[in-house]
């Protein structure tokens, strides 16, 4: 039997004072203070946040943060955080307390994208790759435009952080879906760690570069969900030098094939229902050999995922996976979600 992990991380010892420092001396871009002050006419601040699915503690992000911006003179009432949905649900008020605090929610407005009320999204044209650009309006209506969020692996989109804050973050459903589709899903690149050439990302990254982000604040965490890493400034700047770490530090050497797997997503919140518990079988899947058995543990306190209606039909459409995947494949199933089942 073996046992695989990836390598503790120490955590920061004062991961307050070092976020504080990653504001004021940036990459590849002015400081905050500078930024503020170079906008005419400010009224509107828009800082984005991952969602309750998430285990980044954007508490600590959000408060020197916050902090830093009433120093350059923005009042907490020109303040909105965003809380990056993508197509999950909501983050309920007890979620959002637990997320940020209550303090913080008693200073600033907190809401919930929505990636299907087109009230609440503004079309921004067409993508080089054909794809429509419907971006949270609240987030493209702000004079300034702050990103957070931490950056790991992701089972088909290399690494999280970044511009995923943007799409699928803070995107409609039709952008979601589109640069989600079984074409892209299906890239030899679209996998854990596989970054410069994965078609989402060259996508994602694309459209960040149109909507825009002023200033960005990523960190990475460890298996205990404490702080490691801290970059903030320029979007692409700051997810390169997380990246570029991850992939020295993070991925540990599978030493052979298995014919048994037992996996997990790592506990809550990241094991919070069944459709965010693919990202283990996918792990899993790379362990394992042809044939093998994937047991992959995870509480699922959400069950099969609330608010993942098309993931849920998918599941219990009575297909086998095989019939099923060939549809999704084939584009005869088109609908969100179809990627955690593909894959």
């Not at 954007?58 to 965003?82: A, D, M």
């Not at 459903?173 to 640069?179: K, P, R, S």
């Not at 991925?251 to 990241?270: A, E, M, Q, R, T």
Request: net charge positive; aromatic share 6%; hydrophobic share 40%.
């Amino acid at each position: 039997m073996s046992i695989l992990r990836p390598r503790l991380e120490r955590a920061l010892v004062s991961p307050t004072e070092v976020i504080k420092s990653a504001i004021r001396f940036p990459i590849n871009s002015n400081s905050l203070r500078e930024i503020v002050k170079r906008k005419d006419n400010l009224r509107k601040v828009c800082i984005v946040i991952d969602d309750a699915t998430r285990p980044v503690p954007s508490r600590l992000i959000l408060e020197p943060l916050i902090q830093e911006l009433k120093q350059s003179g923005v009042e907490n009432s020109q303040i909105t955080v965003l809380i990056a949905t993508s197509l999950h649900r909501k983050s309920s008020q007890k979620e959002i307390e637990r997320m940020i605090g209550r303090n913080l929610i008693r200073k600033v407005n907190v809401v919930n994208h929505s990636s299907t009320n087109k009230d609440d999204l503004k079309f921004l044209g067409t993508s080089k790759s054909k794809i429509p650009i419907f971006i949270n309006k609240n987030y493209c209506e702000s004079d300034l435009k702050v990103l957070t969020g931490y950056v790991e692996p992701h089972f088909f989109f290399g690494f999280s952080g970044g511009s995923k804050s943007i799409v699928p973050g803070i995107a409609g459903a039709e952008t979601i879906q589109l640069n989600h589709s079984a074409k892209n899903v299906a890239s030899p690149y679209a996998r854990f760690g596989s970054y410069d050439k994965n078609p989402m990302v060259s996508i994602s990254n694309e459209i960040a570069s149109t909507v825009g982000a002023d200033f960005t604040v990523n960190v990475c965490i460890n298996e205990k969900h404490q702080l490691t890493q801290v970059a903030a400034g320029d979007l692409n700047a700051v997810h390169e030098v997380l990246v570029r770490y991850q992939l020295k530090y993070i991925f540990s050497k599978i030493p052979h094939l298995y014919d048994i797997v037992i996996c997990g997503n790592g506990g809550f919140p990241l094991d919070l229902n069944l459709y965010q518990a693919v990202k283990s079988m996918a792990i899993g899947e790379m362990a394992v050999k042809e044939g093998g058995t994937i047991i992959s543990v995870n509480e699922c306190s959400d069950g099969v995922g609330i608010g993942q209606n098309e993931f849920k039909k998918l599941i219990f459409s009575g297909l086998t996976p095989t019939k099923l995947y060939a549809k999704i494949i084939s584009s005869d199933i088109v609908v969100p979600d179809q990627w955690e089942i593909q894959i």
